[in-house]
């Protein structure tokens, strides 16, 4: 008896209706589209690209989760199509996809695996993890050659289905902010968190898009003033099974197995198809706002994991297709893992990259999103030699008459070799700048980094972006983001505290270049308090006043805390929900109004959000530099200055040198501002340079009469011309 024989009887025996034969429909578009047929009645076209399959059932479930198969009876162009009279919105459905099984060639069909379309627009259900869902034996005796035994239990019942959906709005009534990259001011937030504990969203709201949509909300962001949500992943995605079995799940969300879905967790309305008209008054409320929506897309990998995991969808439909195999010590057992994920899309392969463009214009043209942040970006530009620059998905987004027009964020960097492309990659793309995360958190916890790199990252990083015509706002610029501590466990930990995860202290990075000010974690110490609560405000003036587009981690600007877990991506619960309570608290109101109060600024004064690089020199014979940096002393720096450690820095924007011109083409001018930096332990007397001094800042509070406290900052304006 083989290993295939044995499990037969594990495999339900369920009857079947018979189906009606399906009309031979279109090979385009991909997944399933509601309208009418041939004879002008109402149905649903169905098409699947599946090259190597020798069959491809349409499986249909009704309301009481009965499954109808239909074979599909048409291929073009290695595409399954068919079209069925009298489905309709609401139906759910998913495929069963015949082929070889040999793992050995990278073929791993198994119609035995209800398989989520690719190209559904909504996900009904969960993935529950059971391991029925895998396609092969996932407790097989001999674990090393497990991956090579068909598993042949139905799935059906263990995981979720893809909705028809009708969807005609025209987003004629929707009016998009479009704000300049140099205006952006970006807030980093994840749907569910933000909104769960918010007192003024109903409860059964929390947790959704409408919550987010709700006036409570917006008008909070409003009130803050950043120009852009930037959403953590809303694509449907699923829990590792390592999670489900520790009782967890996948709280971030960066685990995509349904690319055009918003993910159904997170709707107040239904899962069959009411998702996305609630995304999309969602979208159309914070537009109104004159707030821009930012996705955090992962294309990188997929939930179905390695070679061990489930198969959801691609491993059972193209499982060659569509990832990259043979690397490893399996051949094409295994999967080439770039991400850390146990899995990376191919995107040599030009289906794997029409299937993420196609993702990407439905976002942007059909749900209204402004832009798109890459997760691990680098894993998109791999070709068969690394990371190419030139790379045929970058060239296919940056020719797009769409998507070249909306923001493009990269996350720059990825797991394998040669994977970190900070400032490598082409103009259009804006990227994370983790060198100005390391370079400011280093300067204000005492690592003194030379004043050079300080320098660069505090106006713009010309070092990194100034190649091939690049401006400023290709740096976004972050102290946090989800990934690492908050703002306020930056300056209360010195390690990471992940107990809760379950994983023995072995995930989260130790790389933290945190400080704990004298205290690890929450302190009765008014010392330790007081120190920590400066430092927040250093760090985040230091953000708001930089060159370059910030972004702000929700919370942040008024303590958010998660006592310490760096982490968080399976806290589904108080450690990772914004606990809005900590506005009610002096320390921290005071803390949202300055954050408030630096953003007002900034979008005051184009000075401090210059959209060309500084060039230190005078434009013209006898004319005044744009950017001069002094030292304490008040001199100007010299060569050896610039490239030694030092915990002091002035840095002067003279607003009557800016190179910038309106849209008449007059040149711009601005109020000069002196930003003043002490990271040491002693207080400094700084010599200002000529000119009237108005004082607008002081972390430590001080009045300007006084030397700069230690481990504080000053913000000065002069008025008008020198």
């Known amino acids: 008896m083989t290993a295939f024989q044995e499990l037969e009887h594990l495999a339900p025996q369920t009857a079947q209706l018979p189906p009606a034969a399906p009309w031979p429909g279109s090979w385009q578009p991909l997944g399933a ?52 009279p009298g489905v309709t919105p609401g139906r759910r459905y998913g495929y069963r996809v015949h082929g070889r099984w040999d793992p050995w060639t990278g073929a791993r069909w198994n119609p035995a695996k209800l398989l989520l379309d690719p190209y559904a627009r909504a996900v009904d259900g969960v993935f529950t993890g059971h391991g029925a869902c895998c396609g092969s034996v996932r407790d097989w005796p001999e674990p090393d050659v497990a991956d090579t035994v068909r598993d042949n239990r139905d799935s059906a019942p263990y995981t979720a289905r893809g909705v028809v959906v009708h969807d005609d709005d025209d987003w004629s009534d929707d009016r998009r902010p479009k704000t300049p990259w140099a205006e952006t001011v970006i807030y980093e937030l ?155 899309l191919d995107t040599r392969q030009p289906q794997t990259v029409r299937l993420i463009t196609d993702s990407l214009r439905y976002w942007a043209a059909e749900m209204g999103v402004d832009g798109f942040r890459f997760d691990l970006a680098a894993a998109l530009a791999r070709g068969d030699d690394g990371v190419d620059m030139r790379h045929p998905f970058l060239a296919a987004v940056s020719q797009d008459p769409f998507l070249s027009r909306v923001k493009l964020i990269a996350e720059p960097w990825d797991v394998g070799h040669g994977g970190y492309q900070v400032g ?80 023995d202290g072995r995930d989260g990075t130790d790389d933290n270049r945190s400080w704990n000010c004298g205290a690890e974690g929450e302190t009765e110490d008014t010392g330790v308090r007081e120190l920590r609560q400066r430092q927040t405000r250093n760090l985040l003036a230091t953000l708001l006043l930089a060159s370059g587009v910030p972004m702000l981690t929700a919370g942040d600007e008024f303590g958010r805390t998660q006592g310490g877990n760096n982490n968080a991506y399976c806290q589904d619960n108080e450690t990772s929900w914004v606990d809005w309570s900590l506005l009610e608290l002096p320390e921290w109101r005071t803390l949202h109004e300055l954050t408030a109060e630096l953003i007002r600024l900034r979008r005051a004064h184009p000075v401090l959000r210059q959209r060309a690089f500084f060039s230190g020199r ?55 501002f002196l930003l003043l930096l002490n990271a040491a332990d002693q207080p400094v007397e700084f010599t200002l340079p000529a000119g009237g001094w108005e004082l607008l800042l002081d972390t430590a509070r001080h009045p300007a009469d006084r030397p700069l406290a230690a481990r504080s900052l000053r913000l000065l304006r002069r008025h008008g011309p020198r």
């Open 424 to 503: 490598n990659f082409p103009p259009l793309w804006a990227e994370w700048n983790d060198k100005y995360r390391d370079t400011v958190r280093d300067f204000w916890r005492g690592a003194r980094p030379d004043v050079a790199e300080l320098g660069y990252r505090l106006s713009g990083s010309s070092d990194l972006y100034q190649r091939g015509g690049r401006r400023p706002y290709a740096s976004v610029n972050f102290i946090t983001a989800h990934d690492g501590f908050t703002l306020r466990d930056l300056v209360s930990y010195d390690g990471k505290h992940n107990e809760a995860n379950g994983e």
């Open 190 to 344: 994840h749907v569910r968190g933000f909104t769960m504990r918010h007192p003024g969203i109903p409860p059964e709201l929390r947790g959704t898009y409408a919550g987010l949509a709700h006036p409570a909300a917006i008008d909070y962001l409003t009130s803050l003033g950043v120009t852009a949500v930037e959403l953590l992943p809303v694509h449907q995605f699923a829990s590792e099974d390592h999670l489900h079995q520790r009782g967890l799940s996948n709280y971030w969300g960066y685990n995509s197995i349904g690319w055009f879905a918003p993910h159904g967790g997170y709707s107040a309305s239904g899962t069959r198809g009411q998702q996305v008209g609630e995304f999309k008054r969602m979208v159309r409320a914070l537009h109104q706002a004159g707030i821009e929506v930012i996705l955090d897309v992962v294309y990188n990998h997929t939930a179905e994991g390695g070679a061990g995991g489930p198969t959801l969808s691609l491993r059972g439909i193209d499982n060659a297709g569509y990832y990259r195999l043979g690397h490893g010590s399996r051949g094409s057992r295994g999967y080439d893992d770039y991400t850390g994920c146990g899995n990376t």
């Open 618 to 672: 005078a434009a013209t014979p006898g004319g005044q530099r744009d950017l001069t940096w002094y030292t304490a002393r008040g001199t100007e720096m010299t060569e050896a200055d610039w490239f030694a450690p030092t915990a002091q820095l002035g840095m002067l924007l003279n607003g009557d040198a800016m190179s910038e011109r309106d849209q008449h083409g007059c040149p711009l001018t601005d109020d000069s």
């Open 33 to 84: 589209r509601y309208r009418h047929g041939a004879d002008g009645s109402h149905g649903t076209n169905f098409a699947l690209w599946a090259p190597g399959a020798e069959a491809v059932e349409l499986c249909l479930f009704d309301e009481e989760g009965v499954e109808t198969r239909h074979p599909l009876p048409e291929q073009t162009f290695q595409t399954w199509h068919g079209y069925l």
